[in-house]
Nanobody, 128 residues
Framework: QAQLVESGGGLVQPGGSLRLSCAASGLTLSSHSIGWFRQAPGKEREGVACIGRWSNWIEYVDSVKGRFTLSRDNAKNTFYLQMNNLKHDDTAVYYC?????????????????????WGKGTLVTVSS
């Protein structure tokens, strides 16, 4: 059974850094579009970053550009979200996702399309 498992969340002070990991089993990430989403308390889920399966171009939501970096390690079947200069507004549960299509990663990170695989989420809290 395919699954994604996030790790790396936690409590960090404003300006600090965290690296989230998403390890896949039962599916090959190199043949999927991959992405990170987040949901803050009382807010809708938001797309953060993604890579389409047929593209090396990475899409980021404007609020994280220059601070967050999505990367992948196909040998480890894992992808990452490096988050630097974290702000209070980055506090959320972060989810990794993967899909055989690139529907959710065409020009921006969309939440409008069904995605095949989701992790259970990891909490990131930015607080002093």
């Amino acid at each position: 059974q395919a699954q994604l498992v996030e790790s790396g969340g936690g409590l960090v002070q404003p300006g600090g850094s965290l690296r989230l990991s998403c390890a896949a089993s039962g599916l090959t990430l190199s043949s999927h579009s991959i992405g990170w989403f987040r949901q803050a308390p009382g807010k809708e889920r938001e797309g953060v970053a993604c890579i389409g399966r047929w593209s090396n171009w990475i899409e980021y939501v404007d609020s994280v550009k220059g601070r967050f970096t999505l990367s992948r390690d196909n040998a480890k079947n894992t992808f990452y979200l490096q988050m630097n200069n974290l702000k209070h507004d980055d506090t959320a549960v972060y989810y990794c996702a993967a899909d055989a299509s690139d529907s959710f990663c065409r020009g921006h990170v969309s939440t409008k399309y069904a995605i095949d695989f989701w992790g259970k989420g990891t909490l990131v809290t930015v607080s002093s």
